[in-house]
């Protein structure tokens, strides 16, 4: 059974550019959350989609958005990028929401910004 | 103040030591998580409790609702159980909020 796939795995943009980001979740799963991850505020909640709709939002600002797809592939988007944007983003599936289902996170897809 | 609050930061030990890792968080949740993070920044997750105690393999982990706390154990270390361990907590939703995180290294 394949796992998480995050794609691209690295990447690098300028500031002022935007970026998108991809996560398959594992087969039958219907939940995907996305995650940020940076030295300075460690692991952070970013979003969460269930059956194509955003159940929860994290604290960041509106340029971060995303979406579900029926095949439950999901995207994130961050737009007018800036240095802070440097980071680790990773998804996680769960079968359920994640609210109540185990997670599986991907391998992450690592931004810098220049 | 922190809304988890992970300890110790960083831990060192020696091959076959008994080793503890300790969660305290201050809200209302429906789930903590433990998860384990290798260099490189692939995240597995290891339990998901919201009561009493979960064993697997060397790995063991309790929660305290009352007490709001929780603790990994890991039981005759080894060096390939380095890597950063992270507690992670869901509240509102489906929200998590993770701690900073423990830097376990077990030395051969």
């Known amino acids: 059974k394949a796992g998480v796939t995050q794609t691209p795995r690295y990447l690098i943009k300028t500031r002022g550019q935007q970026v998108t980001l991809s996560c398959s979740p594992i087969s039958g799963h219907r939940s995907v959350s996305w995650y940020q991850q940076t030295p300075g505020q460690g692991l952070q909640f970013l979003f969460e989609?269930?059956?194509?709709?955003?159940?929860n939002k994290g604290n960041f600002p509106g340029r971060f958005s995303g979406r579900q797809f029926s095949n439950s592939r999901s995207e994130m988007n961050v737009s007018t990028l800036e240095l802070g944007d440097s980071a680790l983003y990773l998804c996680?599936?769960?079968?359920?929401?994640?609210?109540?289902?185990?997670?599986?996170f991907g391998e992450g897809s690592r931004l810098t910004v220049l | 103040k922190n809304e988890v609050e992970q300890s110790p930061q960083n831990l060192t030990a020696q091959e076959g030591e008994f080793i503890t890792i300790n969660c305290s968080y201050s809200v209302g949740i429906s789930a903590l998580h433990w998860l384990q993070q290798h260099p490189g920044g692939g995240i597995v997750s290891l339990f998901m409790?919201?009561?009493g105690k979960k064993k697997h393999g060397r790995l063991i982990a309790t929660i305290n609702i009352q007490e709001k706390h929780s603790s990994l154990h890991i039981t005759a270390s080894h060096p390939r159980d380095s890597a950063v361990y992270i507690c992670a907590v869901k509240t509102s939703g489906s929200r998590l909020t993770f701690g900073e995180g423990t830097q376990l290294t077990v030395n051969p």
């Open positions: 989609y269930f059956s194509e709709t955003q159940r």
């Open positions: 996680a599936s769960s079968l359920e929401t994640s609210a109540i289902g185990e997670l599986f």
């Open positions: 409790l919201s009561s």
